[in-house]
């Protein structure tokens, strides 16, 4: 069985993700390149499966299968936030990159303070909290998620559930206007 260290299994991640990962031996009683051993031997490729065996079998608690399920499965994924932007913004989404581009280079103008953060299929804008989040919702349109608590909704800004309050729908390069960025301001100022 594999026992390298976690470090040499894991693609850049964020601090929460790194901090499991690192309290993996002295809560699980594995390293992360351990638990890969496992799953590699079980033959599961599904990730709820996954999570179900390493509770079942191990007696895993939920969040650490779910974060080595995660882990595992991710391996070979794009390994930079280039990376990640790369292919959210390729083939047919490829038209929608200006728009992104112009978004995060105004918000990025709000202060030192703001945390670009490229998951899988989205990529989260933060201060000291998530205020917004950007994602190519279709080949046509960014959708931007916006955490703007008692904002009344308008024909523009729809009303959303979730972790953003409301969204945004962008299709053009005239739509990253003032208004849209005064939005993200007041969600940057309240994060």
């Known amino acids: 069985m594999d026992t390298a260290p976690a470090a040499s299994y894991t693609r850049a991640v964020d601090a929460a993700t790194q901090s499991m990962i690192d309290n993996l031996p002295k809560s699980t009683g594995k390293s992360l390149g351990e638990w890969y051993g496992i799953l590699s031997d079980s033959g599961l ?3 709820g499966e996954m999570v179900a065996y390493l509770k079942r079998e191990h007696g895993v608690t939920h969040g650490y299968a779910n974060g080595i399920a995660l882990q595992y499965r991710s391996r070979g994924a794009a390994t930079s936030d280039d990376d990640l932007i790369e292919a959210q913004y390729a083939g047919p989404k490829a038209a929608l ?3 992104y581009d112009a978004v995060v280079s105004a918000v990025r103008a709000f202060g030192d303070d703001v945390e670009v953060s490229p998951k899988k299929a989205s990529v989260s804008l933060r201060r000291s909290k998530q205020f917004a ?3 190519p919702a279709s080949a046509k349109r960014l959708q931007l ?5 008692g904002a009344v909704p308008t024909d523009r800004l729809k009303a959303a559930t979730g972790m953003c309050t409301h969204k ?3 299709t053009t390069i005239d739509e990253v206007d003032a208004e849209l960025l005064e939005w993200l301001r007041q969600a940057y100022a309240a994060a």
């Not at 998620?145 to 608590?149: H, K």
Request: proline share 6%.
């Open 45 to 47: 490729e599904k990730h």
């Open 97 to 99: 990159r200006p728009l």
């Open 133 to 135: 989040l950007v994602e």
């Open 145 to 149: 998620g916006i955490n703007l608590n």
């Open 168 to 170: 945004v729908s962008v």
